[in-house]
């Protein structure tokens, strides 16, 4: 018999219309079982890797993307080319540690964001998106 956890992760693939094969089970119990987090391909890439779950980056890539589409998970385009991907898809704000590629969440109870412009005919807002760069004081 499955353990709970993988019962409630594959309930949570279908729920999402996403069919709960071996690697997508085993990439979002990685993810999912430490919480809410913000982790970039590479890393989840390097947690499989350690976990012995033998998948290709190309393939997480892939199913990261299968995620945000379902709604499992949210992405952050924090730096140019370095995308991550936060399993925390409630709305919510961050701020981004320079030099630490460390992100973290912001309540959305911490910002009021007011006059937002109306979206174009036929658009409607999904997310604002604030990100807060932080870096060490300089002395």
Do not use: C, W
């Amino acid at each position: 018999m499955a353990h709970a956890r993988e019962v409630t992760i594959e309930a949570r693939l279908r729920d999402s219309g996403l069919r709960p094969t071996r690697q997508r089970i085993a990439l979002a119990d990685l993810l999912f079982a430490k919480g809410d987090r913000h982790l970039t391909v590479e890393e989840l890439h390097e947690e499989a890797v350690e976990a012995g779950v033998p998948v290709s980056l190309a393939t997480i890539y892939n199913t990261l993307h299968q995620f945000t589409e379902a709604g499992l998970v949210r992405v952050l385009a924090v730096e140019g080319s370095r995308t991550y991907f936060d399993t925390n898809t409630s709305d919510h704000h961050h701020f981004f540690i320079e030099g630490e590629n460390e992100v973290l969440d912001i309540p959305v109870s911490s910002i009021s964001i007011d006059n937002l412009p109306d979206p174009p005919d036929g658009m409607e807002i999904a997310h604002v998106d604030v990100i807060i760069r932080l870096r060490k004081k300089r002395r």
